[in-house]
């Protein structure tokens, strides 16, 4: 079964950080570039930052760029998302989800985790 599992969210003050992990399971990990979105009460869903199959291209969204850092362990079939200098706007439901190539492109993405809350509050 092709799952992804989303842990680490929280409450945090606002500078503070999280890291996010996303374990897959089911699948050829190393084949599929993975992607994290979020979204926010009222909001439509975001991007916020992709990396390519063996971890050599990253992309993050300008709204997160410089805080946030994607990486991956393909050895533990996991991705991270380290998020540093959390802001009040941070505040969302954080999703893992599979590309089914191995970069970032522009395609639908294919599997889904449920999604980690990340609040920002002091």
């Known amino acids: 079964q092709v799952q992804l599992v989303e842990s680490g969210g929280g409450l945090v003050q606002p500078g503070g950080s999280l890291r996010l992990s996303c374990e897959a399971s089911g699948f050829t990990f190393d084949l599929h570039a993975i992607g994290w979105f979020r979204q926010a009460p009222g909001k439509e869903r975001e991007g916020v930052s992709c990396?390519?199959?063996?971890?050599?291209?990253?992309h993050y969204a300008d709204s997160v760029k410089g805080r946030f850092t994607i990486s991956r362990d393909n050895a533990k079939n996991t991705v991270y998302l380290l998020m540093n200098r959390l802001k009040p706007e941070d505040t969302a439901v954080y999703y893992c989800?599979?590309?089914?190539?191995?970069?970032?492109?522009?395609?639908?993405?294919?599997?889904w985790g449920q999604g980690t809350q990340v609040t920002v509050s002091s």
């Open positions: 990396i390519s199959s063996i971890g050599d291209d990253t």
């Open positions: 989800a599979r590309l089914n190539v191995p970069v970032c492109l522009k395609a639908p993405y294919d599997t």
